[in-house]
Nanobody
């Protein structure tokens, strides 16, 4: 059964850091690429960062230089290291896995390209 479980969300002050984790079932993890999305109240879900099976990564412009996506294949776990957090980073964060291989140059950040989703973990950044 495909399963993605996020953890690590918290309330922090601006400038702080958090590391999100996403524990994946073996079947969900094998569906590369993997990605992090977020959704703020009243807004659509947006792609934050993605990583392909052999390492290439892709980031939204709003988080470049502050967020780092990584994975531990032995643990079937995806991570998102978030530094220098800003109030506008406040959102529910979701991890996602794609059902089939990606043949593009960089792993996608479009919601429509991912089929497995976790339940989310809340990140709140206060000024």
């Amino acid at each position: 059964q495909e399963q993605l479980v996020e953890s690590g969300g918290d309330s922090v002050q601006a400038g702080g850091s958090l590391r999100l984790s996403c524990a994946a079932s073996r079947f969900a993890y094998s569906a590369y690429p993997l990605a992090w999305f977020r959704q703020a109240p009243g807004r659509g879900r947006e792609g934050v960062a993605s990583i392909d099976h052999d390492g290439p990564t892709n980031y939204a412009d709003s988080v470049k230089g502050r967020f780092t996506i990584s994975k531990d294949d032995a643990k079937f776990t995806l991570y998102l290291q978030m530094n220098n957090l800003k109030p506008e980073d406040t959102a529910m964060y979701y991890c996602a896995a794609r059902r089939k291989l990606w043949t593009g140059y960089l792993p996608p950040l479009a919601q429509s390209e991912y089929q497995y989703w976790g339940q989310g973990t809340q990140v709140t950044v206060s000024s």
